[in-house]
C-alpha cells in the first residue's frame, strides 16, 4: 500500500548532489522488493540521480549492518537505507535480530556521521508487512532528510 502522491508533503528538497546506497535484504523477498520500490519513488520524488542510487542485495536483515557500512566506507555514500522484513516466529528469535540489527545500523550511522533509513518491519504476520509497504518510503525521506541538515 504506497502513498498516495496526493498525500504528505509533495514538495520535496532537491537531493540530486547525494549518493545513496541501499541494503535489501532477500528474505521474505515478495515484502523488500516492494519496499524497495517505494523507497526508489521517494528518491526520485527528491530528485535523486538514478545514477547516485547503489543497491545491494544480502541474504537476510542481519547482513544488513555489514551491507550498509560497505556501502559507505566503499562506495562513499551520503546515505544508506536498510531495508528487510523480520517477521515473528515461534521464538523470541525476531526480537532478538531486530534488536541486534537496529542497534548495529544505529551505531554505525553514529560512528561515520552517515544517516541511516531504518526500512526493516518488524511484523506479527505477512498480511501485517504488506501493509507497511511505505515504510521503503518513508525511510528513504527520513534518511535525506538528516543529510540536508
Known amino acids: 500500500m504506497r502513498r498516495k502522491k496526493s498525500e504528505g508533503n509533495t514538495r520535496r528538497p532537491?537531493?540530486?548532489?547525494?549518493?545513496?546506497?541501499?541494503?535489501?535484504?532477500?528474505?521474505?523477498g515478495d515484502i523488500?522488493?516492494?519496499?524497495?520500490?517505494?523507497?526508489?519513488?521517494?528518491?526520485?520524488?527528491?530528485?535523486?540521480?538514478?545514477?547516485?542510487?547503489?543497491i545491494v542485495r544480502v541474504a537476510?536483515?542481519?547482513?544488513?549492518?555489514?551491507?550498509?557500512?560497505?556501502l559507505i566506507k566503499k562506495r562513499n555514500v551520503d546515505v544508506v537505507v536498510a531495508l528487510g522484513c523480520i517477521v515473528k516466529g515461534e521464538?523470541?528469535?525476531?526480537?532478538?535480530?531486530?534488536?541486534?540489527?537496529?542497534?548495529?545500523?544505529?551505531?554505525?550511522?553514529?560512528?561515520?556521521?552517515?544517516?541511516?533509513?531504518?526500512?526493516i518491519l518488524t511484523v506479527n504476520t505477512l498480511a501485517q508487512a504488506k501493509k507497511r509497504i511505505d515504510y521503503g518510503s518513508a525511510a528513504a525521506s527520513a534518511a535525506l532528510e538528516v543529510a540536508l541538515l
Do not use: M
Open 60 to 70: 537476510g536483515s542481519f547482513e544488513l549492518p555489514i551491507a550498509c557500512q560497505r
Open 32 to 54: 523488500t522488493e516492494e519496499l524497495l520500490a517505494a523507497a526508489q519513488e521517494e528518491l526520485r520524488a527528491w530528485k535523486v540521480k538514478e545514477k547516485n542510487i547503489r
Open 91 to 119: 521464538t523470541d528469535h525476531d526480537e532478538y535480530l531486530a534488536e541486534a540489527v537496529f542497534n548495529a545500523l544505529q551505531r554505525l550511522s553514529l560512528k561515520y556521521d552517515r544517516p541511516v533509513g531504518l526500512g
Open 14 to 28: 532537491n537531493a540530486s548532489k547525494l549518493k545513496v546506497g541501499i541494503a535489501l535484504a532477500r528474505f521474505n
